[in-house]
């Protein structure tokens, strides 16, 4: 709840995002500038089967080369190292940095060569020999599902990682009470966020301090953790620079089997070690894929539109190792329903493994998709009624008076006003005149059609869903810090305690900080200690900082103040309740305290401090996620405390024959409720918008039948450029949420957890008239083309 009584001065605020001055200079610090004296570089020798056992490895030749210091081995490093972690309890199911034994991909990193430059090390790389023998692989995931399919981890005895179905409510006596179901299926076709900047990392190992330094471009939480638990050394003696700027990553950046593969060879050569991913690299084998997902869903609903029930199997092909990407499946739990009320839902959730690259963490965690299936099933039940989509949307709406609502698995959705702000975004975008203009390009001979989305963006960064997934796993505390000091001169420096990713977390800590101390936060300086010095964090996941990092600055920035009522209070000789806090000065009567003597009592007069208190003004803060202290029971569970809503309004128009989808109107209705920063939550959904019209109209990682990756380069894994994405109009709301300080909740993921549905929905509208329609994300171009040809052939043939 809004624990700030008076109005707010610098939240919400249009005050500047201070990190982009140093981007905009050119003064950002990426793992590419780091340069430490003697540091080799590392070239990858990549798998180009599919699937092949390793019969040998000859690197004479590249020893050879100029510049070469070191070959590295899979059997080699598997030997020095312990398996990398995987979230679910599949112990057979082993990954190191470098294939052991046998190759699961096309791509997947089989030998690392350390040379003095890079090109060198490139060079020696084209003279390692691998000897393979060729496996039966699969590819695609109805087939790795099928028990006599390829074992890609023969040892785990399936390629089924994950099955698990939760049903939550009466199911079966909501499908036999409703008098109309439909069933379909949609698939999302395997994307990512390919960021600018590829992973990087540089490692340097002391053997004098035995302390292991590394520099990387990291968005993962317990890095530190993992690094020591695979090379099998103290967590102490591992040290994370976090002072490193990260050119993007929206979950893909984990950097595991990066940082391994380097901290090995830095320690067993004496050197510092640098891994920078080349595209080929990281589109391939950068563990930077995400959801692969196939969707079957059966709809329960009345004749006025009314959903009563739903089935959902979500079947999702994670490629050839577990990692996190299992977990994909779990976060959408605490969303299953979207903004609706949907009384009772089947969720059966598939993991397979196939010979494709790992997947990752991918923006949402795989909301996004489950959303785009949820909103094709509303779209669906409009089309079978014969509603309009936004009525049956609205019928189906929680309503701002039933929050707190308990959807059927579990979660608490916190707030919202879904209603207002579809009604804001149909004003703002005039939707009959949307319609009229739609229908006037149709009569011009254009395709032309509207889209909508409505979703759900859960934010604060819970980790209920592993011990969901996994009941080994009992961690029930997903917390994040900060720490404030005021030094002698009185100035404030805040320390927080994970990387930069791109989301303004200085700008976010120092404008919370300000607010509650009431001092400018462009006088407060904030640092990101190295992990030995840090506080524990999660990093930026799930859409989180905004609550967690936000409500930990303001709990110590409470603190301080607190200190400063206390210090105050004890010179005047009266109670903390009598004394006024304005702007850093505290008055009593007439009496008054600035904001340096409070400092100069606090650090230089011992003798005037309350019994007890410690000198100096530091505090510290360490915030639990709120609603989130408990284990999952019967399958249910409360996910994350915090749910934005987003309502997505588009018009799309094409050439029947060209068929190039252009976006002619987009608008976007958005609450994350009390917004901190908004040039921060604007670029969050323009970015996030961009993004999801990559995924539904460009981007796919597309792999042959023979498991060959055939988008290796942005020559065929297309990026929307600025002729694709068009201006986006933003309407704003504000629903509080009671479970933060400020009323704040999360929009790191907004934007594109409802645009590639929203797109979608208009692609389809627009071909309604030739009764077709798709199923597949990316729509490409071509396959509208061919599916409207194949139309107008099937109309001219039924003609004749």
């Known amino acids: 709840m809004n624990q700030v009584s008076r109005s707010l001065k610098f939240v919400s605020a249009n005050r500047r995002v201070r990190e982009d001055r140093r981007f905009v200079a050119g003064h950002g610090r990426y793992v590419a500038d780091i340069a430490l004296d003697g540091m080799l570089h590392v070239a990858l020798v990549a798998s180009q089967h599919a699937a092949a056992r390793i019969v040998s490895i000859n690197a004479i030749e590249a020893m050879k080369m100029p510049g070469v210091v070191y070959v590295l081995a899979g059997e080699e490093l598997s030997k020095a190292t312990d398996p990398l972690m995987n979230g679910l309890d599949t112990p057979n199911v082993r990954r190191f940095p470098l294939a052991v034994g046998q190759v699961r991909y096309v791509g997947e990193w089989v030998v690392a060569v350390a040379a003095e430059s890079r090109a060198q090390a490139e060079d020696a790389a084209e003279r390692v020999r691998v000897e393979y023998e060729p496996l039966p692989y699969v590819i695609e995931s109805e087939a790795a599902l099928d028990p006599s399919s390829p074992p890609v981890h023969p040892d785990h005895g399936s390629n089924v990682l994950l099955d698990r179905t939760f049903v939550w409510g009466e199911v079966e006596k909501h499908f036999?009470?409703?008098?109309?179901?439909?069933?379909?299926?949609?698939?999302?076709?395997?994307?990512?966020?390919?960021?600018?900047?590829?992973?990087?990392?540089?490692?340097?190992?002391?053997?004098?301090?035995?302390?292991?330094?590394?520099?990387?471009?990291?968005?993962?939480?317990?890095?530190?953790?993992?690094?020591?638990?695979?090379?099998?050394?103290?967590?102490?003696?591992?040290?994370?620079?976090?002072?490193?700027d990260v050119g993007g990553s929206y979950g893909v950046k984990r950097g595991i089997k990066q940082t391994v593969l380097v901290s090995h060879l830095a320690r067993i050569l004496g050197r510092p070690v640098r891994l920078l991913e080349d595209r080929l690299d990281n589109m391939r084998a950068g563990d930077a894929h995400g959801p692969d997902r196939i969707f079957d869903v059966d709809i329960a609903f009345d004749d006025d539109g009314i959903v009563k029930s739903m089935k959902m199997r979500a079947l999702d092909n994670v490629g050839a190792y577990a990692g996190r990407s299992p977990f994909?499946?779990?976060?959408?739990?605490?969303?299953?329903?979207?903004?609706?009320?949907?009384?009772?839902?089947?969720?059966?959730?598939?993991?397979?493994?196939?010979?494709?690259?790992?997947?990752?963490?991918?923006?949402?965690?795989?909301?996004?998709?489950?959303?785009?299936?949820?909103?094709?099933?509303?779209?669906?039940?409009?089309?079978?009624?014969?509603?309009?989509?936004?009525?049956?949307?609205?019928?189906n709406f929680i309503r701002n008076d039933e929050f707190p609502y308990l959807i059927p698995s579990g979660t608490h959705y916190d707030s919202g006003d879904y209603h207002t702000?579809?009604?804001?975004?149909?004003?703002?975008?005039?939707?009959?005149?949307?319609?009229?203009?739609?229908?006037?390009?149709?009569?011009?001979?254009?395709?032309?059609?509207?889209?909508?989305a409505a979703c759900l963006e859960p934010s604060g960064g819970n980790s209920s869903f592993e011990p969901l997934l996994n009941e080994k796993n009992t961690t029930t505390t997903w917390m994040d810090s900060c720490r404030i000091a005021v030094d002698g001169l009185g100035y404030v420096t805040a320390t927080i305690h994970t990387t930069s990713s791109g989301q303004g977390h200085e700008t976010l800590a120092a404008t919370v900080i300000g607010e509650v101390l009431e001092i400018d936060p462009d006088l407060i300086r904030i640092v990101r200690p190295d992990s030995l010095s840090s506080l524990p964090?999660?990093?930026p996941v799930g859409s989180r900082m905004a609550v967690m990092l936000g409500g930990a600055a303001f709990h110590a920035a409470q603190k301080l103040k607190a200190k400063v009522l206390r210090l105050a209070a004890h010179q005047f000789g009266?109670?903390?309740?009598?004394?006024?806090?304005?702007?850093?000065?505290?008055?009593?009567?007439?009496?008054?305290?600035?904001?340096?003597?409070?400092?100069?009592?606090?650090?230089?007069?011992?003798?005037?401090?309350?019994?007890?208190?410690?000198?100096?003004?530091?505090?510290?803060?360490?915030?639990?996620?709120?609603?989130?202290?408990?284990?999952?029971?019967?399958?249910?569970v409360q996910m994350y405390p915090c749910h934005s809503f987003e309502f997505h309004l588009v018009l799309v128009t094409f050439d029947p024959e060209i068929a190039k989808p252009e976006i002619r109107r987009y608008v976007i209705g958005h609450d994350c409720g009390t917004v901190i920063n908004p040039h921060i939550v604007k670029g969050m959904t323009l970015g996030g918008i961009a993004h999801g019209i990559g995924a539904s109209l460009l981007e796919e990682f597309v792999y042959d039948g023979e498991g060959q990756l055939l988008t290796q380069s942005f020559m065929d894994y297309l990026l929307p450029s600025s002729h694709e994405v068009p201006k986006v109009e933003i309407v704003h709301h504000c629903t509080p949420s009671p479970f933060t300080v400020l009323g704040q909740k999360g929009s790191g993921e907004s934007?594109?957890?409802?645009?590639?549905?929203?797109?979608?929905?208009?692609?389809?509208?627009?071909?309604?008239?030739?009764?077709?329609?798709?199923?597949?994300?990316?729509?490409?171009?071509?396959?509208?083309?061919?599916?409207?040809?194949?139309?107008?052939?099937?109309?001219?043939?039924?003609?004749?």
Request: contains cysteine; charged residues 20%.
């Open 176 to 244: 036999a009470e409703s008098p109309r179901h439909l069933s379909f299926r949609v698939t999302w076709g395997r994307s990512s966020t390919v960021p600018i900047e590829t992973f990087g990392v540089a490692a340097k190992w002391d053997p004098w301090r035995e302390m292991l330094d590394v520099w990387a471009s990291i968005q993962m939480p317990k890095y530190p953790d993992q690094i020591a638990r695979a090379l099998r050394v103290p967590l102490n003696s591992v040290r994370v620079h976090q002072d490193v």
């Open 751 to 800: 934007g594109y957890l409802g645009s590639p549905a929203a797109i979608s929905g208009a692609i389809n509208d627009a071909v309604a008239p030739y009764g077709i329609s798709f199923s597949k994300l990316p729509i490409r171009i071509a396959a509208i083309s061919d599916a409207i040809a194949g139309a107008n052939i099937s109309d001219e043939k039924a003609q004749t």
């Open 574 to 636: 009266c109670r903390e309740d009598e004394i006024r806090y304005e702007a850093g000065a505290v008055s009593y009567a007439a009496k008054k305290l600035d904001w340096a003597e409070h400092v100069n009592i606090a650090h230089r007069n011992f003798h005037l401090l309350p019994e007890g208190m410690e000198p100096g003004l530091e505090v510290t803060h360490v915030m639990q996620v709120p609603t989130g202290a408990k284990l999952p029971e019967n399958g249910r």
């Open 421 to 452: 702000v579809v009604a804001k975004v149909l004003a703002h975008a005039d939707y009959e005149g949307l319609k009229r203009e739609r229908d006037g390009l149709r009569a011009a001979g254009q395709c032309a059609g509207i889209g909508v």
């Open 328 to 395: 994909q499946l779990g976060k959408p739990i605490g969303a299953i329903v979207g903004p609706y009320k949907i009384q009772s839902v089947q969720y059966r959730a598939v993991a397979v493994t196939s010979n494709k690259a790992a997947q990752e963490a991918v923006r949402g965690f795989g909301q996004a998709p489950t959303n785009y299936a949820i909103e094709t099933a509303i779209d669906k039940v409009a089309a079978a009624t014969g509603l309009d989509r936004i009525e049956v949307r609205r019928r």
């Open 537 to 539: 964090s999660n990093s």
